[in-house]
Structures are given as C-alpha cells and as structure tokens.
C-alpha cells in the first residue's frame, strides 16, 4: 500500500532498536533512508546489514549527529535531504532514559534526559520543517506511553516525554499551513538494546509489565516502524497534532 520510491527520510537515533526498526519499514517501502546517531561505528554496521533491503547502494546513508547541537541537526538534514533539499519524511527518535528513586536523582542527570528528549527532539522537527515549507512532509516523534502515565523511578523520562508529545501538538499547529503533519507515537516496552537489560536482570518487571498489557506481549522495533509507515503515507494525509 506504500510506494516511498521517491521519498527521503531521515531517522535519529537509526542505528539501533526501534530507530533501526523504523529504517527497516521505511527502506522496505522504498524510501531513501538516512539514519543518524552519535556513533559512527554503530551507524556505519547497521548502514551494512540495511543494504539487502536497498534497489541502490546509497538508498542507506549514515550522518554523525549529537541531535542536541544544532549544527548536527542541520548537517544531517542536509544528508538525509535530495539533491533540491528536499526532506519528505524525518523521524525524531534519538533519545535516552535514566531512572532512579526521584529523591536521590540530581538535577544534572534529570537536566541531560531533558536535553537529549526534548531539546533534541526540538532541534530534529525544526530544521526538517525548515526543509519542508514548499513542498509540506510528515514528521514523526518517538514519545513514550510514560509520558501519558508516568512510573516510579522514571520522573526524568516520563516528563521528557510529556514535554515531547505538547511539543509535537504546539508545532503541528503552527507548520499546519506548510503542509507538514507531526504526530508522535507511544510505544509501550519493545525489545531492544535500550531495554536489554531489563529483559536479562529484571524479567519479574517484564512480566510485570505484559500483565498489563492486553495482547500480553511486548513489541518489537519494526512494529513502531509500521506506525511510522502509515503516518508517513497518504492514508494518514488528515492525520496530525496526535500523541
């Protein structure tokens, strides 16, 4: 149902997890995809293993970028963008999580959530929007289902990302005339390299956690990567300011 065969996209935090799970359905649609991160290392191994799913061996392209400095966002945009400067799809993923009891955390861990979530994410929607104005686009933002619920230990996270989702609903409503939708979406618990972790020393949480759930599972990167398909196609053409 999606032909992306003239499509760039970009994709932060696209060398692992969900970001590589995003790349995988945007590549299978026939888009060209950049994914970017701060490592190059990670970037350049994942660009390797994407090439199977490409008709052209510069449909992956890898930008080094610290999504919380400006001219890193810019220079990736540029990367991810055709030879017009021309972005048609950009996915605000690169984020990070830190936990911990609220009365011990200090103010410089819960500063870096915010900076990387949500100064991140404000930085990835500015500048695709910038490439955007003439030609409108789709720009998609991983949120959190903590960022409607909250958690113990996650008040870093959980506010980021409620931020996250109020920034998505004030922006799209100002880049609405442009043409540019933005949505973001809220995955519960997928497993990935981010949650690892939980999966091997905390699987009683896990369990937790699947209990809640109401297909008792927990979801996969590609899933979130569907989402982004669909809201990046024309079935989604009314679709924008959602968390």
């Not at 220079?75 to 911990?100: F, H, M, P």
Request: aromatic fraction near 6%; include cysteine.
């Amino acid at each position: 149902m999606h032909d992306f065969a003239e499509k760039y996209a970009s994709v932060t935090g696209g060398g692992t997890g969900i970001g590589r799970g995003i790349a995988i359905r945007l590549l299978e649609a026939g888009a060209k995809v950049t994914i970017a991160g701060r490592r190059e290392d990670v970037l350049t191994a994942a660009a390797s293993d994407l090439q199977s799913l490409c008709a052209e061996p510069d449909d992956v392209k890898i930008a080094v970028c610290d999504v919380t400095k400006e001219d890193d966002v810019h220079r990736a945009v540029a990367i991810a963008s055709n030879a017009d400067g021309v972005l048609d799809i950009s996915v605000a993923n690169g984020g990070i999580g830190a936990g911990g009891p609220f009365l011990t955390m200090d103010a410089d861990t819960f500063r870096s959530v915010l900076e990387v979530n949500v100064i991140g994410a404000f930085n990835t929607i500015q500048a695709s929007a910038a490439t955007m104005r003439l030609n409108g686009g789709s720009i998609i933002a991983i949120s959190s289902i903590a960022g409607a619920l909250g958690g113990r230990f996650r008040a870093a996270y959980s506010s980021s990302k409620a931020a996250l989702d109020m920034l998505v609903r004030s922006s799209a409503d100002e880049l609405g005339g442009f043409g540019i939708r933005i949505n973001s979406i809220r995955p519960g618990v997928v497993k990935s390299e981010a949650t690892a972790m939980m999966f091997e020393y905390l699987p009683h949480v896990i369990d937790d956690y699947k209990k809640n759930m109401p297909l008792g599972r927990v979801g996969e990167p590609e899933e979130v990567g569907d989402a982004v398909v669909w809201l990046s196609g024309e079935q989604a053409s009314w679709a924008t300011a959602h968390n």
